[in-house]
């Protein structure tokens, strides 16, 4: 990405101005009569309140030339379309707590906060966007593009290549990604067909293997009475995945929906030909892909589905079939009303629940509903 961390531009089309707050720190409402962010910056600030964030008096407002700024319930709104990178805004005149840089045009990762306190119970105190420093974001870059300064994360765009790490590895859920809007309905996710590893994961551990590929060249589950197609829980699949969207829970891999980005890692590395790809938009699903006969599943696995065929014949869309003799569910057809989950006496079916904003991300960038 080209770059220019901070200080002004004249007409740069490659540039663009941002705020490096989110603008929800306590303190406006008191400052609101002021004349200017200077004045307000100058009459000081209660210990309850943010010294380092927006004032939203909006005295960039004023110094914009192309009105692309607006105040929304106190904060600065800027219009990617009308600002030319002139940098007017940026000029420590205009916002004396210099939050207004010049960042590339093209930038899709954005941490804003400029918060310098060194309590982490205060910055959450004052602000819920506020940025705690603690690292997390900069372990995360592959590229080594995040450091801390300030006590508040910073973005390198020299370095920056506009991958998700840092926005999933933040436990504040405050770096805004516009890139990989996780906000935003994913179309698919991975999801691991299999909700019985346990006594597999155990014996396999107890034999000291490691890996899912050596188990499954060396070791015939029948030898042991466990299920020939379930999870070994060895984590193959953990170790690939980028995003910590992948953790092994009681023997078995569970994927979380919300950080799972789709990018189909963990699919290639399960040598069972476990994960598939699912609807993230919310189905019903099947975590069971066992081949075996009725009694064999029932005698190795407590929540295998036994094809009993009951969630088959009592789908009102037939949106269910057996495949090998495990139920299926066609994602297509499927308008999630319960019916099969009433139906099946062992509870093998599972509801993919999706909230309805994932991280508030697009709060914190100032983006309203539909952009």
Do not use: W
């Amino acid at each position: 990405m080209s770059t220019n961390q901070g200080g002004t531009a004249t007409g740069n089309e490659n540039l663009i101005a941002f705020v490096f707050c989110s603008g929800d720190a306590a303190g406006k409402e008191r400052l609101a009569n002021c004349g200017s962010c200077k004045e307000a910056v100058e009459s000081g600030f209660l210990r309850d309140e943010c010294k380092n964030g927006c004032v939203g008096i909006g005295s960039c407002i004023e110094a914009c030339k192309q009105d692309a700024m607006k105040l929304v319930d106190g904060k600065i709104i800027i219009d990617p379309e009308k600002c030319d990178g002139c940098g007017d805004c940026a000029k420590e005149d205009v916002c004396p707590q210099l939050l207004i840089r010049m960042i590339p045009r093209d930038a899709t990762n954005f941490i804003p906060c400029s918060s310098k306190e060194e309590d982490d119970d205060r910055t959450r105190e004052i602000c819920g966007y506020g940025c705690i420093a603690c690292g997390d974001c900069v372990r995360a870059c592959p590229e080594g593009a995040v450091d801390i300064i300030d006590n508040h994360a910073v973005i390198d765009y020299d370095k920056c290549v506009g991958c998700v790490s840092c926005t999933v590895k933040c436990k504040k859920k405050i770096i805004v990604d516009t890139l990989h809007d996780l906000t935003a309905l994913k179309e698919k996710v991975a999801f691991v067909r299999c909700s019985g590893g346990y006594k597999p994961n155990k014996k396999y551990q107890e034999l000291g293997y490691e890996d899912c590929c050596d188990v499954v060249n060396n070791v015939n589950p029948k030898d042991y009475d466990l299920c020939t197609t379930g999870c070994t829980g060895l984590g193959n699949c953990t170790r690939v995945c980028r995003y910590d969207a992948i953790h092994v829970v009681d023997g078995t891999a569970i994927v979380d929906p919300d950080k799972c980005v789709g990018c189909k890692d963990c699919t290639y590395a399960c040598p069972k030909g476990l994960i598939t790809m699912v609807p993230y938009g919310g189905t019903k699903l099947v975590p069971c892909s066992s081949t075996a006969d009725y009694e064999d599943k029932a005698a190795v696995c407590d929540s295998g589905c036994i094809a009993c065929e009951d969630c088959v014949n009592n789908c009102p869309n037939d949106a269910i079939y057996m495949d090998e003799k495990h139920a299926v569910v066609d994602p297509e057809i499927c308008e999630d009303c319960n019916m099969c989950q009433y139906m099946c006496t062992r509870y093998v079916i599972r509801e993919q629940v999706v909230p309805e904003s994932i991280f508030l991300q697009r709060e914190a960038l100032g983006l309203t509903e539909g952009e």
